[in-house]
């Protein structure tokens, strides 16, 4: 199988910065897209940031301009570099990747969570 290991999350004060790292361990081919997703309390699940393998990016209106991903493919590993936080930006940071895996299937795994707080 696929696991996702998410880190970085903690608490900062707005205005300041936060690095996620997520990587990908396990029966892996290739993995195609990868992406960051978040869940603030009573609201659903949402697109941050999302990078290809070829390092086409796509962001989230609210984070553009503030946020940066990036992705290492040697280490199956993606990032997201967040600056200008604001209270907002408070919520769990999923990391997602659709992976090829060995036993030649397809599928989207999730990492646990990492809870970023930002506070005002």
């Known amino acids: 199988q696929v696991q996702l290991v998410e880190s970085g999350g903690g608490l900062v004060q707005a205005g300041g910065s936060l690095r996620l790292s997520c990587a990908a361990s396990?029966?892996?081919?290739?993995?195609?897209?990868m992406g960051w997703y978040r869940q603030a309390p009573g609201k659903q699940r949402e697109l941050v940031a999302a990078?290809?393998?070829?390092?086409?990016?796509n962001y989230a209106d609210s984070v553009k301009g503030r946020f940066t991903i990036s992705r290492a493919n040697a280490k199956n590993t993606v990032y997201l570099q967040m600056t200008s936080l604001k209270p907002e930006d408070t919520a769990v940071y999923y990391c997602?990747?659709?992976?090829?895996?060995?036993?030649?299937?397809?599928?989207?795994?999730w990492g646990q969570g990492t809870q970023v707080t930002v506070s005002s």
């Open positions: 396990g029966s892996i081919f290739s993995i195609n897209a």
């Open positions: 997602n990747a659709v992976v090829a895996t060995l036993a030649s299937s397809r599928g989207n795994y």
């Open positions: 990078i290809t393998s070829g390092g086409n990016t």
